[in-house]
């Protein structure tokens, strides 16, 4: 008996085997085979799961706050907020996903933009799927993507100098508040003005707030001393 205990020891001693949880996957994409279709091919890697699924980027941010995915697919050209502002929202009020852009644009004034908002990563949809896999393997391990086509017309370290302004992730309209908000008006004042209600004011001065990472007007006027707000 005791010598029928020594030999199960190191079967009871062994350590159990690390149970690494899949991936959990936001896919955002306006068109509903895309969505799809990804979703089918991604899903033959043991290691992933998609959790959900959006077609605006209004959805994409609320699903996101929702379901606090590990990494979110983001296509760019979305109706309503386009990608890069649904990926800035989404990184201020949730900064532990990660983004990886999929589109057809391999743009590299729009790959900055993208990168500026918070993405991970950059693929195009010309590439293969395996290269989106490599991407979310790559941006869950904590580095960055970018596919190898975009980064053969510019090398990154040039893309990432560019200094492009915080206001350009601002839509015309978020624009027009800010510096009637900046300027010091109320936003019943800017209503009038506008021919909005007060609400819809407030609202469009949240988001912008969001989208730049500030509180208040004081921190408004702070950042528009540093960059020059476009006009509308």
Same mark, same amino acid.
């Given at each position: 008996? !005791?010598?029928?205990?020594?030999?199960?020891?190191?079967?009871?001693?062994?350590?159990?085997?690390?149970?690494?949880?899949?991936?959990?996957?936001?896919?955002?994409?306006?068109?509903?085979?895309?969505?799809? /279709?990804?979703?089918?091919?991604?899903?033959?890697?043991?290691? @992933?799961?998609?959790? /959900?699924?959006?077609?605006?980027?209004? *959805?994409?941010?609320?699903?996101? /706050? =929702?379901?606090?995915?590990?990494? +979110?697919?983001?296509?760019?050209?979305?109706?309503?907020?386009?990608?890069?502002?649904?990926?800035?929202?989404?990184?201020?009020?949730?900064? =532990?996903?990660?983004?990886? +852009?999929?589109?057809?644009?391999?743009?590299? &004034?729009?790959?900055?933009?993208?990168?500026?908002?918070?993405?991970?990563?950059?693929?195009?949809?010309?590439? *293969? $799927?395996?290269?989106?896999?490599?991407? @979310?393997?790559?941006?869950?391990?904590? $580095?960055?993507?970018?596919?190898?086509?975009?980064?053969? !017309?510019?090398?990154?370290?040039?893309?990432?100098?560019?200094? *492009?302004?915080?206001?350009?992730?601002?839509?015309?309209?978020?624009?027009?508040?800010?510096?009637?908000?900046?300027?010091?008006?109320?936003?019943?004042?800017? &209503?009038?003005? !506008?021919? !909005?209600?007060?609400?819809?004011?407030?609202?469009?001065?949240?988001?912008?707030?969001?989208?730049? &990472?500030?509180?208040?007007?004081?921190?408004? @006027? =702070?950042?528009?001393?540093?960059?020059?707000?476009?006009?509308?």
């Amino acid at each position: 008996m !005791l010598q029928l205990m020594l030999n199960l020891q190191p079967l009871l001693c062994a350590p159990a085997p690390m149970i690494v949880p899949a991936t959990r996957i936001l896919l955002v994409d306006d068109h509903g085979i895309v969505r799809q /279709g990804l979703a089918t091919l991604l899903e033959f890697d043991p290691g @992933i799961k998609v959790v /959900g699924s959006a077609a605006t980027g209004e *959805e994409a941010v609320q699903t996101a /706050g =929702r379901l606090k995915p590990d990494v +979110v697919v983001m296509d760019l050209l979305l109706p309503g907020l386009n990608g890069i502002e649904a990926t800035a929202l989404i990184m201020a009020q949730s900064p =532990r996903t990660l983004v990886i +852009v999929l589109s057809s644009s391999k743009t590299p &004034g729009l790959v900055q933009r993208a990168l500026q908002a918070g993405a991970r990563g950059y693929v195009l949809k010309s590439a *293969e $799927c395996v290269d989106l896999i490599h991407a @979310i393997k790559a941006v869950v391990a904590g $580095c960055q993507y970018i596919s190898p086509a975009i980064t053969q !017309l510019t090398s990154m370290s040039k893309l990432l100098r560019i200094q *492009e302004s915080p206001f350009d992730l601002l839509s015309s309209r978020e624009r027009d508040v800010l510096q009637r908000v900046v300027a010091g008006y109320t936003s019943a004042d800017i &209503g009038r003005q !506008l021919s !909005l209600s007060p609400k819809t004011i407030e609202t469009y001065r949240g988001r912008l707030m969001l989208k730049l &990472g500030v509180n208040d007007r004081a921190a408004l @006027i =702070r950042l528009t001393m540093n960059f020059e707000v476009p006009h509308v």
